[in-house]
């Protein structure tokens, strides 16, 4: 007070309120950093790896007048002299102005207004994201609604600045300057922006050198950030496992803490960073480093049934676990597609069996139990989300192709081979034989199977037709109420049927054992 006096009387003004810590009613200072150019001899960034289509956008848009510079993801993936997957470009230009440039340009998306330049068609195709540079606006001067983006349409229309009661922005269309644009990216190593038309790497943060340094640090104060789009905690989690970059003591502190914010982000874009954190390649360093920062569980409950403390005394249910990531980090690794459905069907799996056991010893037939089983879990695991139809499906002809596995002769074998997902639905196969849950030979009997011509396959399913008689001469005629197999077992035997079938011809005949 008496200092406020004594400046008062000597007429100075008051000092500037320092950059905010995050504690409330302190307006934070835009991280807007220093502008540096860096050229092509310092950050050495092989031109060889700059994909020609990212290219042809930048001129596109410089030569109409504008700013336009590769950015974010495929900067730092350059810097560390590997190939982008994705190029993103970021420019001055408008949404429209951007569209009026391209033949096949498209601009989506409500939170932030993007454009996509499509260039080539069907699965050769490629899209170049060009977003408008952004300003960084304070959460405190924004309009606010109680709700999200599905329950707040109405008060979300015709507004470009949102955000949520916990400060999470829903709307983010404010165009501003490139030092501005920088500042609201998430880490200093997504926050560089490339010209491949003059090779400099225009760097406000000291991205260059977090790069270098293998050090994920993030722009401004981490727990204003993190309130901004509590996905960015699932993100640094992301980027430390594909990179192998340690997270700066700042940017970690809060991770904790803040993971409560996760709650009210919409399902289908958890789903799609979760998909993320499991499909680039990563995903065994991925949950580990989930483990090392606490975020293991209750984020996301897919990952609750893999990290459930019941796999510690079913160690042959965490090796099943363990084998599918490490198959879908080769694939990726052998740039191979990766399906999800794959992958969450085989985290499940376990969760699917236990349930279809229960359903079983209540009674129910063997199929019905199985489908029950089926939808109980995806919807206590997977929930509301984008693209559920399609990926239930595929999960479920996974999940239910494994008994039709355990029926090898009769029609059986030659319609199950030419089933769409029959490659899915055998690697799984192939997995739960690696870990005895299924007989090995049943596995190789399939894969010769589906590698033989039409004699080797009758060759087959007659050894496999002389084994079933064996099997059911040794234990009697005990088979289940729909003749299928049991859940990791072999096909019980079926009550003789009154009418004797033909033996396998050459167009094969009906199961003696499955009611297809």
Aim: charged share 30%; glycine share 8%.
């Amino acid at each position: 007070m008496i200092k406020s006096l004594i400046d008062k009387i000597l007429r100075k003004a008051p000092a500037k309120p320092r950059a905010s810590s995050g504690k409330a009613g302190a307006k934070p200072r835009i991280p807007t950093g220093k502008r540096v150019d860096v050229p092509q001899s310092e950050h050495g960034i092989d031109p060889n790896l700059v994909d020609e289509r990212a290219i042809k956008v930048v001129k596109t848009l410089q030569d109409a007048g504008y700013e336009a510079y590769i950015v974010g993801g495929a900067v730092r993936d350059l810097l560390l002299g590997l190939r982008p997957k994705d190029f993103d470009v970021a420019t001055n230009a408008t949404p429209e102005q951007v569209k009026g440039l391209f033949r096949r340009a498209f601009i989506i998306g409500r939170r932030f207004r993007i454009v996509h330049v499509v260039y080539g068609r069907g699965r050769e195709h490629e899209v170049i994201e060009v977003s408008t540079f952004r300003a960084y606006l304070d959460a405190t001067e924004a309009e606010q609604v109680a709700g999200n983006e599905k329950t707040s349409k109405k008060e979300l229309a015709d507004k470009s600045h949102v955000v949520d009661a916990s400060g999470r922005v829903l709307r983010d269309n404010v165009w501003g300057p490139q030092d501005q644009d920088a500042a609201r990216r998430d880490f200093t190593i997504n926050a560089m922006y490339y010209d491949p038309t003059s090779g400099v790497v225009v760097d406000y943060h000291g991205g260059i050198k977090d790069a270098k340094k293998r050090v994920l640090r993030m722009i401004g104060v981490p727990d204003v950030r993190y309130r901004e789009d509590p996905v960015r905690i699932i993100r640094v989690v992301r980027f430390a496992a594909k990179l192998g970059f340690e997270i700066e003591p700042k940017t970690r502190e809060p991770l904790q803490a803040m993971a409560q914010l996760l709650s009210n982000v919409p399902q289908s874009r958890l789903f799609d960073e979760m998909i993320k954190l499991l499909q680039t390649g990563h995903a065994r360093a991925s949950l580990d480093e989930l483990r090392k920062q606490g975020l293991d569980r209750g984020i996301f409950p897919v990952l609750d049934a893999v990290f459930d403390s019941s796999r510690q005394h079913h160690p042959d249910r965490a090796r099943f676990i363990d084998l599918a990531l490490a198959d879908t980090d080769r694939r990726v690794g052998e740039d191979k597609p990766v399906a999800p459905s794959f992958l969450l069907a085989c985290l499940l799996w376990h969760d699917v069996l236990a349930q279809w056991k229960r359903n079983l010893a209540q009674g129910e037939h063997n199929f019905p139990a199985l489908q029950q089983a089926t939808d109980s879990v995806f919807d206590a695991r997977i929930g509301d989300i984008s693209g559920r139809g399609k990926l239930a499906a595929d999960m479920r002809e996974i999940w239910t192709m494994q008994p039709r596995f355990e029926r090898r002769i009769g029609g059986g074998p030659l319609s199950l081979v030419e089933q769409p997902r029959f490659r899915a639905g055998f690697d799984f196969l192939r997995l739960r034989a690696q870990v005895g849950e299924v007989d090995a030979e049943l596995a190789d009997w399939w894969e010769a199977f589906s590698l033989g011509d039409n004699h080797e396959r009758r060759h087959l399913m007659e050894v496999a037709r002389e084994q079933e008689i064996a099997k059911r001469q040794s234990r009697g005629s005990n088979g289940g109420p729909d003749g299928d197999a049991a859940p990791g077992g072999d096909a019980p035997a079926k009550k003789r049927r009154r009418r004797r079938r033909k033996p396998v011809g050459e167009g094969g005949g009906r199961s003696e054992a499955a009611g297809e």
